[in-house]
C-alpha cells in the first residue's frame, strides 16, 4: 500500500516563505516521478511542479516558476517544495502525487497515488 503524508502547511503572510514536504512509504521513490498540485473549493486541480527521482529533473508551472522549487531526497523518500514570495493566489489546499516512471506530467489524470494536502493560506 502506497501513502503519501504532506507536511509543512499554514498560514503566513504576503512575501513569506514556506516548504512542504512529503514523504512516501510502501514504495521506494527513486523510480518514480514525484508532483505537487493544488487546488481551491470548487476548482480543479492545478499543476504546481513535478521532479523524476533518479535524474532529479523538474518541471514547474509558470505562474510558480521563479519562486517554487521542488527538490527530492531520495534517501528520505521524500520530495519538498519550497515557495517563496508568496501571494494571496497561493492560497490553496497542496497535494503531493506520484506515478510510475520517469515522466514529468502535469495531467493530475496520469498519477496513481495521492497524499491526503496541506493547507497553505496566504494573508496580509
Known amino acids: 500500500q502506497v501513502q503519501l503524508v504532506e507536511s509543512g502547511g499554514g498560514l503566513v503572510r504576503v512575501g513569506d516563505s514556506l516548504r512542504l514536504s512529503c514523504t512516501i512509504s510502501?514504495?521506494?521513490?527513486?523510480?518514480?516521478?514525484m508532483g505537487w498540485f493544488r487546488q481551491l473549493p470548487g476548482k480543479e486541480r492545478e499543476f504546481v511542479a513535478a521532479i523524476t527521482c533518479i535524474t532529479g529533473v523538474p518541471a514547474h508551472a509558470n505562474s510558480v516558476r521563479d519562486r517554487f522549487a521542488i527538490s527530492r531526497d531520495n534517501a528520505k523518500n521524500t520530495v519538498y517544495l519550497q515557495m517563496n514570495s508568496l501571494r494571496f493566489e497561493d492560497t490553496a489546499v497542496y497535494y503531493c502525487?506520484?506515478?510510475?516512471?520517469?515522466?514529468?506530467?502535469?495531467?493530475?489524470?496520469?498519477?496513481?497515488?495521492w497524499g491526503q494536502g496541506t493547507q497553505v493560506t496566504v494573508s496580509s
Open positions: 502525487a506520484t506515478r510510475t516512471g520517469q515522466v514529468l506530467s502535469s495531467s493530475s489524470q496520469q498519477y496513481e497515488f
Open positions: 510502501g514504495r521506494t521513490m527513486a523510480d518514480r516521478t
